[in-house]
């Protein structure tokens, strides 16, 4: 598991509707502001690089000092977005195609309006279990 | 490293411009301005100011398309360890501003600047530019030459064609330097060195290697010049001849340095003709550079070049590339050892950044160059990062609103009612409030070093106001202390653009939202039911009247909120409003009414709230409350602060259209009196009601109409008092009388009083909505119309509701009604009188009393017997007044009963009062003889012939379904007349409403009251005309009335009136029976004898007629004896059988007469 990890999904509209710090090191409050400023600004990396591959895994798309941002792009524009600094990029591959799956199950509920905040608890846990598994 | 550096760099010659003596900081901005309008000068321009001294070294130099560049650097800058490597690091040109009112001295100013150029030991020329001497320091000047160049006063045309002149000179003296520098470059040789150099020990093989290495760099520095005098080509020559120089003696850094001013030559000398070979070119070159630098310590000249090649690709197009760039360029950042050096780093990514239109990403770099200035700890530092984080604050969606321009916000998604989901969703784009509320947290911190009280105002209220639910309510009381701290610092009346708590207008509140009328009238019938408006939400305002408008605050902090003033903001400046001071606990919602005056006609726009709080002025807008409910409902936005605040009772309205209309009458009321009218069931009393114009205009035209439940409780108004004092002027007052009734409590109400009441307590009941209201609308006077023609606009009328708070007590109550029925004989006389025309003075003749009593006993005329008729009310008093009962009827006077009237008595029939005492029950019994009942009149059945013109309107009555209409009509009819009347006290009285129980009582025996048997019978003694004195007797009441002598022959005769519309067909019989009810004219005993046929008479009787049967009495014993006649009706019809309540059509029916009475008195 890496040391290091925040995963984030951002709405289409820009808006962050699911966070988790996933790593194993210790939580420090401005290490995870500094995790969000880092993943919110590669969203201008991802807004242009969506649209040069089909690949929904856009793999490593920016990194700030030792942390990478990888990020997986769904059909309806939403970002899954992880921080991470460990290089195992078949394993964050599975861990967004898991997560995506979850995320899939979640606006299949008629209840959840697409584009606002994620709060199921089960799909944390679910994230937290992924991240274990494959981070 | 330098900010702000490009491949052109190279080309630029440094000038640094210093400020001599004292400048005032705006006119120093404007001399620099001027001067960088002088950035590029053309070969072509300063060819007059040249002379060649010696043949210059610059073979190449584009005289006609070349030129020279400035870079002028404000205050100088230190020397760099570097500007040998790089010429262009030289400050190579000193320009003096010196500005003359504030230096008088010239001399001073001279040598002030020539101790100043002192510093830079580089420059190559110095000039001193004195702008707006007087006119003796014009002389003075003149007389100095030198370096001192004087501007005199002129026009800024002038000016500025005087300063390019002078910085032509500049030019070209500079061109004459360079030259004459590289002449002696070339023939003597310099020792060139950078501080990589120093470094090293001086062994003699490092004294032979740089002696190697000496022309290298001489050729690659004389090649720097080349491309500062403007000449690429030359400069590519020494470039060329350095390259292949330092590749022989490895040195590398000298090799990059020579590339890349290759690469800068080749740029200057295609200038303007960019295209993708160039493109190619240069990246690949540069490539190279970056290559070379990386073998060498120190990084900062690969940044630097690497950040030159972005800079030169920095396209939409090569995003990916830039972006490659830079993430390298950022990742060297780490082996930045220099604070300052990483800071300019940041700088430029998030400038490239910026340029490639990637607003977060340069943020972001932005946010790491201010962290960089927050570490310094200064306050010049906190300053700088206080401004690059408010660059930043657009991107992380936390600006605030001064900043935000009007028309951005003007786009109103929220003046669209509609909003899909998916634009409120864009509402709030980009909330990533973790990184927003740090922003704004160092905001704060680095305003408060700064010392910038009004931005750290602004940030500690947009934390408050956005994240309050994710601050600790110790936090927000550090924010409110941050505020109130702020404030403190701020002048009095400090505006700010960012509100700091949030609050919601919730509804209008208006004496009339009503419609203008289109007609004269007030109301026109025609215009009353359609909408007057498209738009739903339209509101009149009246100029000089007061008008509130509900606003709902929140305080969802922890701490205690003073709200110094709040009023409403009017765009438009026809408004005045009223502040008020509010004070929020903890934790609290409250809702306020703002209220103001519309001082002009017009149309007024409310777009929030101006709030004084924490020391500072700020506007709330309603509409940033209304996105944010918005949001919260869609689950967008933190918290909703009015649900947190245990709010929600009012419903958030949008603003309306306001427009203001001129002046209107102002019609107030008050009911005299105490407010409420506390009234008993049923009771009746007359209110007044003041009214006074507070307006400045008279009321012309008034109307009065009732509106509310119950309103049937108004039995009059005076309207007509109202209106004869119109015309109503300002001030002027008038009362007017309205008669109430009260109504009775309902089902429900009157358990609740029955609960209340066990102990006999008053039960007041005052529940709203019950009331009516008057409706009171009025108008002033129609405007003046000067031109008939132009379609004048009405002014709107006005609306005053006036209610009247009725409060009904429980009064009397009313236990059962029942019918009482008596008959009593008649006695047999001479005359029928039942059968035409029977009047109660009649029976009075008959019963010969004058008593009370004796006057209900009542002749049924139909029936021919005396009968007595009551309907018995039981009713109690459970309250703890005394009522009195009075029982009226009302008579009938109707013009109908042209025939069978009983009465022709018009007046009231008043009875006897009745009291019934507190807990108490008591009976009131109401005659019902005195009515005509009209069922029974031939006017009502002419009436039905009418309608119904075969006749057979009884069958239709009897048999079809509309009898019970036709019953309930009649019995209404009844009951209308009969009034049960109280009183209880000294003024209260009223009326019991006792219809529905009186409907009840009369409805199992309707048919009784109200119905006449199908036929009549009637008994008559026969007197010969021949006995006059009998005749006279009889007509005296005492004597002799109806009283038949025994062993005497009487002749009488009986009458047999058929009632209905058809032929009836019977058997008459006659019996005669003494006291005892035994027949006396048939068997052994009979005491009785008789002349002419008693039973079986068969007779048929035509519609409506009579028939007489005459026969001969002869009794024998005096005493009482009753005649009953009984006809058994052949032939019955549905009617008959109907009346007769028999269902079978094969029974006979029979048809029974009253008993008539004869008294047979013995001869004495």
């Known amino acids: 598991m890496a040391t290091t990890a925040c995963f984030i999904i951002v709405s289409r509209n820009d808006i962050p509707i699911y966070e988790a710090e996933v790593g194993s090191a210790a939580k420090r409050e401005d290490a995870a502001q500094l995790h969000q400023f880092v993943l919110h600004a590669a969203l201008d990396i991802v807004q242009d690089l969506a649209w040069t591959t089909s690949a929904m895994f856009l793999k490593a798309i920016d990194r700030f000092n030792d942390l990478v941002v990888s990020v997986y792009v769904t059909a309806g524009h939403t970002r899954l977005m992880l921080l991470h600094d460990s290089r195992n990029d078949d394993g964050i591959k599975s861990f967004f195609q898991e997560v995506h799956e979850l995320y899939i199950r979640i606006l299949l509920n008629p209840l959840y309006l697409p584009g606002s905040r994620i709060t199921s608890s089960h799909f944390d846990t679910k994230v937290r279990a992924l991240a274990r598994k494959y981070l | ?1164």
Not at chain 2, 396 to 421: I, P
């Open chain 2, 1 to 1164: 490293m330098e900010p702000g550096v490009s491949i052109e760099t190279s080309s630029m010659i440094r000038v640094a411009v210093l400020p001599i003596g004292e400048v005032p900081p705006t006119l120093l901005r404007d001399y620099f301005s001027m001067l960088l309008r002088y950035q590029t000068i053309l070969l072509s321009a300063i060819s007059s100011f040249y002379t060649e001294h010696q043949k210059s070294p610059f073979a190449h130099q584009p005289w006609d398309s070349g030129s020279l560049r400035f870079k002028f650097i404000l205050g100088g800058a230190p020397p760099s360890p570097w500007e040998d490597f790089q010429s262009n690091r030289k400050i190579l040109a000193i320009i003096g501003i010196c500005h003359c009112p504030s230096s008088p001295d010239l001399d001073t100013v001279v040598s002030q600047f020539s101790a100043a150029c002192k510093g830079f030991s580089s420059a190559l020329v110095e000039r001193c530019f004195a702008f707006c001497p007087g006119d003796s320091q014009l002389e003075d000047g003149s007389r100095k030459g030198g370096n001192l160049m004087l501007f005199p006063p002129a026009d800024r045309d002038t000016q500025e064609l005087h300063l390019q002149t002078m910085m032509q000179d500049i030019a070209a003296s500079l061109l004459m330097k360079f030259e004459k520098w590289v002449l002696q470059a070339e023939s003597t040789g310099t020792i060139l060195k950078t501080p990589l150099d120093s470094q090293s020990s001086l062994s003699s093989e490092e004294v032979i290697k740089a002696k190697k290495r000496r022309l290298g760099r001489a050729q690659k520095t004389i090649g720097d010049y080349c491309l500062l005098a403007g000449s690429p080509v030359d400069a590519n020559a020494h470039y060329t001849t350095a390259l292949e120089l330092s590749r022989l003696t490895g040195d590398f850094f000298w090799l990059a340095g020579a590339l890349e001013g290759g690469v800068c030559a080749l740029l200057i000398d295609r200038m303007g003709q960019r295209d993708s070979v160039l493109e190619d070119e240069v990246r690949y070159r540069y490539q190279s550079v970056i290559v070379h630098y990386r073998k060498v310590s120190p990084i900062t000249f690969e940044l630097e070049a690497t950040l030159k090649l972005a800079r030169f690709l920095c396209r939409r197009e090569l995003a990916k590339e830039v972006v490659d760039l830079l993430t390298t360029a950022a990742d060297g950042a780490k082996s930045l050892i220099d604070a300052s050096d990483r800071l300019i780093l940041y700088v430029e990514l998030a400038r490239l950044y910026g340029t490639l239109g990637y607003e977060r990403k340069a943020a972001f770099f932005s946010r790491q160059v201010a962290q960089l200035y927050l570490q310094q700890e200064n306050r010049l530092a906190a300053i700088s990062a206080m401004h690059v984080l408010a660059l930043t604050t657009k991107a992380y969606r936390v600006q605030s609103t001064a900043s935000v321009s009007k028309n951005e916000t003007g786009s109103g998604l929220a003046d669209n009612t509609k909003m899909l989901h998916q634009s409120v969703v864009s509402l709030f784009e980009s909330q990533w409030s973790t990184l927003q509320m740090v922003v704004l947290r160092e905001i704060l911190l680095s305003a408060l070093r700064a010392g910038d009280p009004l931005a750290a105002w602004s940030a500690a209220a947009r934390l408050l106001r956005s994240y309050y639910p994710l601050i600790t309510p110790a936090g927000q009381n550090g924010l409110a202390s941050a505020l109130s701290n702020s404030a403190d610092r701020l002048p009095s009346g400090t505006r700010s653009a960012d509100p700091a708590l949030p609050f919601r207008n919730s509804a209008k509140e208006d004496w009339w939202a009503g419609s203008a009328p289109s007609g004269p009238f007030i109301y026109t019938p025609f215009t009353k039911g359609e909408p007057n408006n498209n738009s739903k939400h339209e509101l009149i305002w009246v100029v000089g009247e007061l008008v509130e408008v509900l606003v709902e605050l929140a305080n969802p902090c922890g701490f205690d909120l003073r709200v110094d003033s709040i009023y409403l903001s009017v765009n438009s400046r026809n408004f005045d409003p009223f502040p008020v001071t509010v004070n929020l606990p903890t934790n609290s919602s409250k809702v306020i009414a703002l209220s103001g005056i519309p001082t002009a006609v017009g149309p007024v726009t409310i777009h929030g709230c101006t709030v004084h709080c924490f020391g500072v002025i700020t506007e709330h807008l309603f509409k940033d409350v209304d996105n944010l409910l918005l949001g919260a409902m869609q689950g967008l936005v933190l918290s909703d602060p009015f649900r947190s605040c245990g709010s929600g009772k009012l419903k958030n309205v949008s603003v309306p259209n306001i427009s203001v209309v001129p002046p209107l009458p102002l019609l107030v009321s008050h009911i005299v009196g105490d407010g409420a009218i506390i009234l008993h069931e049923g009771e009746i009393r007359d209110v007044w009601i003041h009214l006074a114009n507070a307006g400045t205009v008279s009321v012309e035209q008034v109307h009065i109409s009732l509106s509310g439940k119950n309103q049937d409780s108004v039995i009059s108004f005076a309207s007509e008092t109202l209106k004869s004092a119109l015309p109503l002027k300002p001030g002027a007052e008038v009362t007017i009388p309205v008669t109430l009734k009260a109504w009775r409590l309902g089902v429900g109400d009157a358990d609740i009083a029955g609960g209340k009441s066990a102990f006999g307590s008053i039960v007041r009941h005052s529940k709203d909505g019950h009331s009516p209201a008057l409706l009171i609308h009025y108008s002033g006077p129609l405007s003046n119309s000067k031109d008939p023609q132009t379609n004048e606009t009405i002014p709107p009328g006005k609306r005053l509701v006036v209610p009247l708070q009725i409060c009904v007590l429980q009064g009397l109550s009313f236990v059962k009604a029942q019918l009482l029925l008596m008959e009593i004989p008649a006695h047999v006389g001479e005359s029928l009188p039942q059968l035409a025309h029977v009047n109660s003075h009649c029976s009075e003749d008959a019963v010969g009393s004058n008593s009370e009593i004796d006057k209900l006993v009542k002749i049924d005329p139909y029936r021919g017997s005396w009968g007595l008729r009551f309907l018995e009310l039981e009713l109690s008093n459970p309250t703890d007044v005394v009522f009195d009962i009075t029982v009226s009827v009302q008579l009938d006077s109707s013009s109908n009963d042209d025939s069978h009237s009983v009465d022709k008595d018009t007046s009231e029939y008043g009875y006897l009062t009745t009291r019934i005492d507190r807990d108490l029950s008591a009976r009131v019994l109401i005659p019902l003889e005195h009515f005509k009942l009209p069922i029974l009149d031939a006017s009502f059945f002419a009436k039905d012939d009418q309608t119904d013109g075969v006749g057979s309107c009884r069958s239709a009555i009897f048999s079809e379904k509309n009898t019970n209409a036709e019953l309930n009509a009649s019995i209404k009819n009844l009951i209308s007349k009969i009034k049960v009347w109280w009183k209880s006290g000294r003024n209260s009285s009223g009326e019991l409403n006792i219809k529905d129980a009186i409907h009840a009582a009369l409805r199992s025996s309707v048919m009784d009251v109200l119905l006449p048997d199908p036929l009549t019978f009637g008994f008559r003694l026969l007197r010969s005309c021949s006995e006059p004195e009998d005749f006279t007797a009889q007509a005296h009441p005492f004597t002799s009335k109806g009283s038949v002598l025994a062993h005497d022959m009487t002749p009488m005769e009986v009458t047999v009136r058929n009632n209905t519309k058809d032929m009836i067909k019977m058997n008459l019989s006659i019996a005669c029976r003494d006291v005892a009810g035994e027949s006396c004219v048939e068997g052994a005993k009979a005491t009785v004898l008789l002349a002419g046929v008693l039973g079986g008479i068969a007779m048929e009787v035509p519609p409506l007629q009579e028939i007489k049967h005459s026969f001969s009495l002869y009794f024998l014993v005096p005493g009482e004896y009753s005649l009953v006649a009984a006809a058994m009706i052949d032939d019955a019809n549905d009617l008959l059988r109907a009346r007769a309540r028999t269902d079978s059509p094969d029974e006979p029916i029979l048809c029974r007469g009253p008993p008539f009475h004869v008294r047979v008195v013995g001869t004495l």
